[in-house]
């Protein structure tokens, strides 16, 4: 008899006191609608949050009919809550003037959390050079940690992102559909100055010479950011090979970064800078910065059609 023993399994107060429609209930996650006040963003998030067009659009579908896809949040210690996904819902219901966020409540550690913040962004249609940066870094630390202490076999040198799991770097490349050395890329851009970020978020600087720019030091960055104010004008991948190199040699002064940034470009001799600041203001909040050329081409051709135009006019 003894024997039999060991098949017998003390059942749970919870199951004795409630159903399993209950007990499948209660393992669901939680739908509720959470005071606003008690949400905190996610820390250091990486997606802006703009009051734009597209954000009063949000802001007119929740008056309407309310948050449709709930937000997800995580209890922390202290009863308040932390946002994973639904930052632009979170801040359309403060814009509309609801005091509630409609949110499921997951289980999850920060790690988790991390991962699902970026997976659930990256659904967004528009999305920031700068943006990406910050957040494939975040994903790939939070991965890291996940996967506990490094591999113990030996890890090629081509396997390794500045001291990171490279086949971390691949996982994030294969589910966003970018290469692992665009990936590494993107990360090295969180190494440069706001400054300069900004200019790779505004088309004005390209991927491959801010990746070379990310590896000055923060002073030579920002001489590097005063030269192009200086001759409004962005380096060039040849110009920021030579100024990474001068700079590893420990020769990139300030009168070094001067001498190549004040060279005449050929891809420049006939090229015309417009002032980015004035130019976004003339232009529709909705016209994202990638098709920013193309509307400034469209105009001028409407402009230069209205001249033709009164042209004939006056001839007559």
Known sequence: MAGRKSDFTLTKLDDLFTTQAQRDEEQLSKIRDIPLELIDDFPDHPFKVRDDEDMMQLVESVKERGV?????????????????????RKRACELAGFETLRSEIVDLNRDEATILMVESNFQRSEILPSEKAFAYKMRLEAMKRQAGRPRKEKVSPVEKLAGKDALSVSRIGEEVGESREQIR?????????PELLEFVDEGRIKMRPAVELSYLDEDCQRDVVDEIDLNDATPSHDQTIRMRKLFNEGNLTTEAIHAVMSEEKP???????????????????????????????KALEHYNKFLRNRAERDSR
Do not use: M, W
Not at 68 to 75: E, L, M
Not at 268 to 297: A, H, M, W, Y
């Open 68 to 88: 449709i896809t709930p937000a997800t949040v995580r209890q922390k210690e202290d009863g308040r809550y932390e946002l994973v996904s639904g930052h632009r």
């Open 185 to 193: 890329r993107y990360i090295r851009l969180t190494n440069l100055v």
């Open 267 to 297: 891809n420049q001799k006939e090229k015309i800078v417009l002032r980015g600041d004035r130019v976004r203001q003339l232009i529709p909040k909705n016209i994202p910065v990638s098709q920013t050329e193309d509307f400034v081409c």
